[in-house]
């Protein structure tokens, strides 16, 4: 079995202004779907993700976009914040992957099944990475643990 993976890879460096106003088009001030980044700050990344990183990181100033295209499974977007996350976005502009990069990751963003059983079984611990991976959610834990969950938030096992 032979496998050929192409990928081609676009990358935009932003660092003009708090992300409020990066993900803004400039001209109507809505939130801009636009596949280009321009002078005026137009963002290559879907709405719904520039919706996401306006709601969860609105104090970030600086973020490099990244555009890969992957034969057979799309479009994805990574956005490096000048906080320190990455974050990894389908085509539809949902997130798939979260870094914190050893920072916490808000817990409004963690799905609330999975928060409910952190909280009760690893009560001071925080989560810094989360993945969502073919039906299942891997956590990463401030104390360098990984614990697997299925989709609807039901712990499955320690990774």
Same mark, same amino acid.
């Given at each position: 079995?032979?496998?050929?993976? $192409?990928?081609? *890879?676009?990358?935009?460096? %932003? !660092?003009?202004? =708090?992300?409020?106003?990066?993900? @803004?088009? +400039? !001209?109507?001030?809505?939130? +801009?779907? +636009?596949?280009?980044? +321009? ?12 919706? /996401? ?8 100033? !600086?973020?490099?976009?990244?555009? @890969?295209?992957? =034969?057979? $499974? #799309?479009? &994805? ?27 916490? %990751? =808000?817990?409004?963003?963690? =799905? &609330?099944? $999975? ?7 690893? @009560?001071? $611990? ?8 073919? @039906? ?7 104390? &360098? ?7 609807? #938030?039901? /712990?499955? *096992? %320690?990774?």
């Amino acid at each position: 079995l032979n496998l050929l993976v $192409i990928s081609c *890879k676009k990358e935009v460096n %932003i !660092t003009t202004a =708090p992300a409020n106003e990066i993900l @803004k088009d +400039s !001209t109507t001030g809505n939130i +801009s779907n +636009s596949a280009a980044v +321009s002078e005026n700050s137009q963002n290559l990344l879907p709405a719904n993700a520039q919706s /996401f990183l306006k709601t969860h990181f609105p104090e970030v100033t !600086t973020m490099t976009i990244s555009e @890969k295209t992957i =034969p057979i $499974i #799309g479009k &994805s977007f990574e956005a490096k914040l000048g906080n320190g996350f990455e974050i990894d976005f389908n085509e539809a502009g949902e997130w798939h992957e979260i870094d914190g990069n050893s920072q916490p %990751i =808000p817990a409004v963003i963690i =799905p &609330s099944a $999975i928060n409910e059983y952190l909280s009760q079984q690893y @009560k001071d $611990i925080q989560v810094t990475a989360i993945d969502k991976e073919n @039906k299942q959610i891997k956590v990463e834990l401030t104390n &360098s643990m990984d614990l697997l969950f299925d989709n609807n #938030g039901k /712990f499955l *096992k %320690i990774d």
